[in-house]
């Protein structure tokens, strides 16, 4: 006779345990076979140091393949209790011991989740429009992909409370970029033609527009991945190279969502850039449904 506990098929429950709550413990047994019995053994602590033992017999609860399943209850408990138990078993004249497990009895931890969306002003008020107002693009970079998939994976699980936190500096970018007219220079060459970027052009797209986790933004788009081997290998790029790049450095910042799917957003348009994710590569000229609706 073998016998096991704490494992995915006899698990403890609760694992963590609180006062007054009562403890199911649950055992598995091979082979199957008459006469076996099953039961656990038990020490507990108090908070004061006195000890008590206790015994309590497991109950057959059902055979699956060739294992059997027991279940014994232990408690309620109080308090600071340390519990020690042992799972032992019998079958005719035969005692098999099993695993020993412990546990101690206290409230269960209050946990506060707090998710904190922000970023730092990026803005320069010395620098014409023209020329790209924001030093960096992360804020619509992040926007496109984080702030809202987050809120989408709680949407997702009902069961979990936790607070989401938007900075003031990051709002007040956020509409500059929907109400204003911020640009940054990243976007600003997203929206040039390819074969219009000078060589400083061209230097700072093959330069920055690979500014993504290698990982989960790149390697997983093939085009993407392949265009990143050819910088990488100091090949040089062509013109559809250029375009092909300017398109991929957008969409892998795009959430998982908006890349996999259609999605309704509160305002009860839909968005999704499924369509561009499936071509891969080999795109023409960005066109304005991009520049208006995908990229802020």
Known sequence: MNLWHLTPDAPRDPTRVSPGEAVRVRIGTWPIEPGQTVRVTYQVVARDGSRSDEEVAASWRLNDGPNSYWEAWLGPFTDGDRVTYHVRGGVGETEVVGPTASFSVGP????????????????????????????????????????????????????????????????????????????????????????????????????????????????????????????RDRRRFSTQDLRDLQMWFNLAWFGKEFRES???????????????????????????????????
């Open 108 to 231: 269960k931890l209050s946990l506060a989740l707090l998710w904190h969306q922000h970023q730092p002003i990026y803005k320069d008020t010395s620098l014409e429009r023209s020329e790209g107002s924001y030093l960096h693009p992360w804020v619509r970079l992040h926007a496109l992909r984080d702030y809202y998939s987050m809120a989408h994976i709680i949407k997702e699980h009902d069961g979990v409370h936790l607070t989401v936190n938007l900075s003031g500096s990051l709002l007040w970018q956020l509409r500059d970029y929907l109400e204003g007219g911020a640009t940054d220079r990243a976007l600003e060459l997203t929206r040039k033609p390819a074969e219009q970027l000078t060589a400083a052009d061209r230097q700072y797209v093959l330069t920055h527009f690979f500014d993504a986790h290698w990982h989960n933004q790149i390697a997983v788009h093939p085009r993407y991945g392949e265009l990143f081997v050819k910088r």
């Open 262 to 296: 259609e999605l309704e957003l509160a305002t009860g348009e839909t968005a999704s850039v499924r369509d561009l994710v499936a071509k891969d590569g080999g795109f023409a000229a960005l066109s304005q449904r991009f520049h208006s609706k995908r990229l802020l």
